[in-house]
């Protein structure tokens, strides 16, 4: 009984976590777009910052699966402010916008 609770409460952690992950807004730079695989590569600007630059401390670079809607109009370089869903391990972003 308690390793169901537990398990239960896990669970409910993770996909509040992943919830609260989704409605940030995130900041950064787009360093390359895979139109072919549906994916865009985004380095994150530093905490407390409005957009990244070349040599700043905001994290690695990460990759995230795209709808091909959303790529048209987005190249390497383009700043942007993007808000991310994880499910399964997959990070997904679900809005992202130029700034």
Known sequence: MRLTQALLAGSLLAVISS?????EGLTGTV???NR??????IQPAPNGTESATV???GGAA????VQAGMLTALHAGDRVTFSVSETGGT???TKIEKR
Request: charged share 10%; no cysteine; net charge positive.
């Open 31 to 33: 360093t390359m777009v």
């Open 55 to 57: 040599g700043a401390s």
């Open 19 to 23: 919830v609260t992950f989704a409605q």
């Open 36 to 41: 072919i695989n549906g994916t865009v590569t």
């Open 62 to 65: 990460e990759q995230f699966k």
């Open 91 to 93: 990070k997904s972003i």
